[in-house]
T-cell receptor, first 112, second 117 residues
Framework: AQSVTQPDIHITVSEGASLELRCNYS??????LFWYVQSPGQGLQLLLK??????LVQGIKGFEAEFKRSQSSFNLRKPSVHWSDAAEYFC??????????FGTGTSLTVIP | GAVVSQHPSRVICKSGTSVKIECRSL??????MFWYRQFPKQSLMLMAT?????????EQGVEKDKFLINHASLTLSTLTVTSAHPEDSSFYIC?????????????FGDGTRLSIL
């Protein structure tokens, strides 16, 4: 079945440490790929997106993500996490038109 | 950037009442709006897609008579939860996009927390 998988339900990191959130998809073609962040009780904010070209994309708030076709992955990274980064992170894909398919999310806790 | 306003942000009402949620695109014309439902600690599930001036397309398993969607203008879509019951309690999020070829960017509202007593 076609899906978007975020293997880590919850991740805890120390402030200042590096972060990597995993995302895998299982579709025949390369979809458009996105990472969103959601603070409690809020909507979603787009962090970054990949359409084509350079497989390392830069986003807002110091985040970046790397598309690896061979692994069907689009992992999100940040070199140094800030306490304000604590939130829920969703990976999403668009196959055609504009229908988004979201992963189940990864909850990030940042400890001082 | 593009702004989508969703109102109300939170609503509490008695079982059996109908609740209307508004989604407005403030600085662009939204040809397409989407309605999602999110249960606690879960991802967003697409409920329906609505194009301005036409009937909404509902995802499988979503009751169209239960969740009425109207997209009468390019800046406003409404979701009405009819005869709401406690199991309808959830976080509802709208998003809006405009026509830009294959990829139509989606901009999300801040969501509506619906609690049915």
């Amino acid at each position: 079945a076609q899906s978007v998988t975020q293997p880590d339900i919850h991740i805890t990191v120390s402030e200042g440490a590096s972060l990597e959130l995993r995302c895998n998809y299982s579709y025949g073609a390369t979809p458009y790929l996105f990472w969103y962040v959601q603070s409690p009780g809020q909507g979603l904010q787009l962090l970054l997106k990949y359409f084509s070209g350079d497989t390392l994309v830069q986003g807002i708030k110091g985040f970046e993500a790397e598309f690896k076709r061979s692994q069907s992955s689009f992992n999100l990274r940040k070199p140094s996490v800030h306490w304000s980064d604590a939130a829920e992170y969703f990976c999403a894909v668009v196959l055609h038109g504009n229908q988004f398919y979201f992963g189940t999310g990864t909850s990030l806790t940042v400890i001082p | 950037g593009a702004v989508v306003s969703q109102h109300p942000s939170r609503v509490i009402c008695k079982s059996g009442t109908s609740v209307k949620i508004e989604c407005r695109s403030l600085d662009f014309q939204a040809t397409t709006m989407f309605w999602y439902r999110q249960f606690p600690k879960q991802s967003l599930m697409l409920m329906a897609t609505s194009n301005e001036g036409s009937k909404a397309t509902y995802e499988q398993g979503v009751e169209k008579d239960k969740f009425l969607i109207n997209h009468a203008s390019l800046t406003l879509s409404t979701l009405t939860v009819t005869s709401a019951h406690p199991e309808d309690s959830s976080f509802y999020i709208c998003s809006a996009s405009w026509d830009r070829g294959r990829y139509q960017p989606q901009h999300f509202g801040d969501g509506t927390r619906l609690s049915i007593l």
